[in-house]
């Protein structure tokens, strides 16, 4: 497994394509004021944005944990988080929460132990330019995922509150070429039909619009000039591409059930759109590898000993 093709490109451009597991339909998002994201391009074709880069971000963040063991899939151990726990037990932690290191439950607590920690480690100050190149040493330091999937620190005592991290990794799902297939259905009541619906009683009917589309495709952007302006060295861009890929091809092949009425299957292989020439490694690759790069990284002393930081939210 070799980056070196990747050395000076600005991006790492991939698609997939996706089509229905079974049928034809499928449930795209679903907004409270705008219910399914669809819209019209220049050329007249009707698209739906399947999936946002925000619920993206959080799925390929999911596929990295085991529920099961209540810690990070086997390929990933070592790396740096923050466990919440509450009265001894575990609450939550940085890879499942939406704004990851930013979580009220890290940094609203009573105890401010880890607040102060991330205060000493990267500065109070509200005045003076941010350094983030210290500030990226510190976020791989406690949470390496928040360099792929960013964060924004809106606490003044931390540098003013003007610590911001965009994601270096984004993706999105689009479907091209849309028709509404509407449906629908009835809430049965066997033992009172005529009963009082807003106490939840009787039959209540209702219609779903759901949808075909010509195609699904995942779009997934690397941004390498990003993770080289870290200034973190090779060994941790190499880490952080390695998880990246990793995380994509899990979502790929794991993660694809996006609701009850939107289970996805890929299409032949993950495409490399820019650069070319460059292929992916597989995942059974990257599976093997990571475990030594995640040792280099931790090697130079650039991780948490140990990787897990576990704060108490009271």
Known sequence: ?????????????????????????????????????TYTISDGT???????????????????????????????????YILVKQDGEVLTNSLLESHRINSPYILESSDRTFFEKLKQEIGGGVKGAVDFKL??????????????????????????????????LSAFIEARGISVAPSGGVKFDQVDPQGDTAKGFGHVPFS?????????????????AQLRGYGLGQEVQYFLTAMALFKILKFLRDGLRLRT???LEMEGDLVVKKPEG??????????????????DVAGKGLLADPPVTEVNYE
């Open 1 to 37: 497994m070799s980056f070196e093709e990747l050395r000076g490109e600005p991006r790492l451009l991939m698609e997939a394509n996706l089509k229905p597991l079974q049928g034809t339909r499928f449930q795209p998002t679903g907004f409270p004021d705008l219910g399914a994201a």
């Open 46 to 80: 009707e698209m739906c944005l399947l999936e946002s880069a925000q619920s993206m971000a959080n799925r390929l963040e999911v596929v990295c944990w085991d529920d099961t063991a209540k810690d990070v899939v086997e390929p990933l151990r070592g790396i740096p």
């Open 135 to 168: 500030v990226a040493s510190v976020l791989l330091k406690y949470d390496a995922n928040t360099l792929l999937h960013g964060v924004f620190l809106a606490k003044k005592d931390l540098a003013g509150g003007r610590i911001k991290v965009p994601r270096s």
């Open 208 to 224: 779903r619009d759901e949808y075909t589309a010509e195609s699904i495709t995942a779009f997934f952007n690397l941004d390498l």
């Open 261 to 263: 009425a939107c289970d």
């Open 278 to 295: 460059f292929k992916v490694p597989e995942l059974s690759a990257l599976e093997y590898e990571l475990p030594g790069l995640i040792s």
